[in-house]
């Protein structure tokens, strides 16, 4: 069965009441995992990405019969269960400042309804790429992009790809 192109897609997800959740490496080491795993399952192409204390920022495109929303679910759901699990033994005061009262979830980790846009060119891809390099900059935590270790601003700058798992986009 011959599947439809997919552009790539950059997607935002926050923390939920912008939280500094993913300040500390070991929550960011969740964030790689995930995508990791999204790649090794060839569930994805991935090809930026950038994770900051409060959010994350990703170009990427499903492969084979996996769809947007089952890509996007698959990580927020992912994620959170691992955040929450780790939260729950190292943190459990910050883990109760996300209790809500839903009937399909006790804590929310992320902030629902994620941002994701299709990148129909060059162009507009190329853009989102420099934000997402660009962010670690603009937030003072670094001076230049590649010295960022959680993004894949490195890996399109100096050629490593320190985690394995990045697609060099080569235009439309």
Known sequence: MKYPTIWPQFFTATIQNWKQLLK????KDIIIECLKFLVKEQR?????????????HIIW????QFTLTQIQSSF???TAKAIKKKLALENPDVLEQLHVNK?????????????SI??????????????IHENP??????????????SSA??????IDEFGIITHYSGN
């Open 24 to 27: 500390d490496d070991g929550y």
């Open 44 to 56: 994805i192409e991935l090809n930026a990405f950038v994770v900051m204390s409060s959010h994350v």
């Open 61 to 64: 495109q499903p492969l084979q």
């Open 76 to 78: 927020m759901t992912q």
């Open 103 to 115: 009937y399909d979830r006790t804590y929310q980790i992320w902030k629902r309804e994620p941002l």
């Open 118 to 131: 299709e990148l129909f060119t060059e162009k507009a891809f190329l853009q989102k790429l420099e934000y």
């Open 137 to 150: 900059v603009a937030a003072g935590l670094v001076n230049l992009a590649e010295e960022y270790k959680y």
């Open 154 to 159: 490195k890996f399109y700058l100096e050629g």
